[in-house]
């Protein structure tokens, strides 16, 4: 089967984000949780905040392509400090659209306007498992608490002077 993404695909997610209380949508394309890649299609809006996380399993790389929009991909030292050797900004069209990011890195990524990211990231053998598929940091406000608006206006300024 193919799956065909288009601009009318793009357009339907976003309006999806745009309604969500996360301000995001995530579109699988992958058939399972059991699959080895997972693909999906990330939409989320400029107010999104993700919470900065790892992935410790050696088989959860992640990979995104910009397919529309603007997004810094920040990456953390472990004390939660920008590496903006790491970081880096993603538009379509531009001459940076993709990034390849290794197991055991702390990152996130922050919009800067309404975005659709082509997303795949490594499974294990045992398939998805919500419960240990993120370890989560100390230093980041979690998403919905009173510190996290401001920890993403944080995070966009850092990483739009130094990226």
Same mark, same amino acid.
């Given at each position: 089967?193919?799956?065909?993404?288009?601009?009318e =695909? =793009?357009d339907?997610?976003?309006?999806?984000?745009?309604s969500?209380?996360?301000?995001?949508?995530?579109?699988? *394309?992958?058939?399972?949780?059991?699959?080895?890649?997972?693909r999906?299609?990330?939409?989320?809006?400029?107010?999104?905040y993700?919470?900065?996380?790892?992935? =410790?399993?050696?088989?959860?790389?992640e990979g995104? %392509?910009?397919?529309?929009g603007?997004? @810094?991909?920040?990456?953390?030292?472990?004390?939660?400090? *920008?590496?903006?050797q790491?970081?880096?900004? *993603?538009? @379509?069209?531009?001459?940076?659209?993709? @990034?390849d990011i290794?197991?055991n890195?702390?990152h996130?990524l %922050?919009?800067?306007?309404?975005?659709?990211?082509?997303?795949?990231k490594?499974q294990?053998?045992?398939?998805?498992?919500?419960?240990?598929?993120?370890?989560?940091?100390d230093w980041?406000?979690e998403e919905?608490?009173?510190?996290?608006?401001?920890?993403?206006?944080?995070?966009k300024?850092?990483?739009?002077?130094?990226?």
């Amino acid at each position: 089967m193919i799956v065909r993404i288009t601009d009318e =695909l =793009l357009d339907s997610l976003l309006e999806k984000a745009r309604s969500s209380p996360r301000k995001r949508f995530m579109h699988t *394309l992958h058939s399972g949780a059991w699959e080895h890649a997972h693909r999906m299609l990330n939409a989320f809006t400029a107010g999104s905040y993700g919470r900065p996380h790892r992935h =410790l399993n050696p088989h959860k790389s992640e990979g995104f %392509v910009i397919l529309r929009g603007r997004v @810094a991909v920040v990456a953390f030292d472990g004390s939660g400090n *920008l590496d903006f050797q790491q970081t880096t900004i *993603l538009e @379509a069209g531009s001459s940076t659209v993709g @990034a390849d990011i290794g197991p055991n890195t702390w990152h996130t990524l %922050v919009a800067f306007q309404d975005s659709v990211l082509y997303e795949v990231k490594g499974q294990p053998d045992e398939g998805y498992d919500p419960n240990t598929d993120k370890e989560f940091p100390d230093w980041a406000p979690e998403e919905g608490t009173e510190g996290a608006p401001a920890y993403l206006e944080q995070l966009k300024s850092q990483s739009l002077s130094r990226a």
